[in-house]
């Protein structure tokens, strides 16, 4: 039996202060140290396959499928380096995406939601590099606000200039994504409202999978499902009937009131080892493996 490709790692180099595109002081930066933000990514991966033309088109139809956790921790550490990496290893590798952006082409094979059979797709259209971005942003922020803190109007406004960043080193125009707070909210609950998004079969038997049962020792299962929980919990309503995921309001108010003790209680007291992501400091989970040092 022929062998399924797997991913190989790609390594990580944390930046020294003046190498990044972003200082340790940066929204983007305080908010995606933070562990439980790190899981925010695999939300976002439900709301982006959530748009069938991008799902059937490019995520069902790539070699990425044969080794999805291989790919997504592939993606994890791309986007590491945006935050946290150097300039150089960042603009090296989002440089590699867009050229492999720029070969993808596709077609729905079938009906789906509103958009018929044979529609186009082609990775570095703006309107799915934006839907490809705007999940990350809207997930971490989300994420962030329910279980570590607030985030006033301009507090929100500064993260979504520093992914605005994040947009133009993946090929989109500043032009081409909202360029304020609000005017990204009208876009993204348009988005949520406006027809485009329906789960296909596909989508929701992959996403389940890939999403809700990660590779992980006995041990970690308790984290697994916590995490798992904090997903289905913060998903859009629309977005968590698609993936026929279950809710109730008992699940409601413990969802509520985890949130709430994680904030106020857990996370003041827990020590950097064990409340950030390994890329910046953390050391509850494994990160990627470290580049040598140049």
Not at 136 to 158: K, N, P, Q, T, W
Not at 196 to 203: F, G, P, Y
Request: aromatic letters at 10%; charged letters at 25%.
């Amino acid at each position: 039996m022929a062998r399924r490709p797997t991913f190989t790692p790609i390594p990580f180099r944390p930046a020294a202060p003046g190498e990044g595109h972003f200082e340790d002081d940066s929204p983007i930066r305080r908010v995606n140290r933070e562990l439980i933000v790190a899981f925010s990514g695999a939300r976002a991966l439900l709301i982006q396959a959530a748009h069938p033309v991008m799902f059937e088109g490019f995520y069902d139809r790539t070699a990425g499928l044969e080794d999805p956790h291989g790919r997504l921790a592939r993606t994890a550490t791309i986007m590491n380096t945006i935050y946290f990496g150097s300039r150089a290893d960042a603009d090296a590798l989002t440089a590699r995406v867009r050229r492999i952006h720029a070969r993808v082409r596709g077609a729905l094979p079938e009906p789906a939601g509103r958009f018929p059979a044979g529609t186009p797709y082609a990775a570095d259209d703006p309107q799915f590099l934006l839907w490809t971005l705007a999940p990350l942003f809207e997930s971490a922020e989300r994420i962030y606000r329910l279980y570590v803190g607030d985030l006033d109007r301009d507090a929100r406004d500064a993260l979504w200039q520093d992914y605005r960043r994040v947009g133009v080193m993946f090929g989109l125009g500043e032009h081409e994504m909202p360029d304020t707070i609000e005017a990204f909210d009208a876009y993204y609950e348009g988005m949520l409202g406006g027809g485009d998004l329906w789960v296909t079969d596909r989508a929701r038997e992959l996403g389940r999978a890939v999403v809700f049962h990660p590779p992980a020792p006995a041990h970690m299962r308790w984290l697994v499902e916590t995490v798992n929980f904090v997903i289905a919990g913060s998903l859009p309503p629309g977005i968590r009937r698609g993936y026929a995921l279950s809710w109730d309001p008992l699940r409601e108010g413990l969802r509520r009131g985890g949130a709430q003790y994680t904030r106020r209680v857990l996370l003041p007291l827990l020590p950097v080892a064990l409340r950030n992501t390994p890329v910046a400091g953390g050391r509850l989970l494994p990160g990627p493996p470290r580049a040598a040092a140049a």
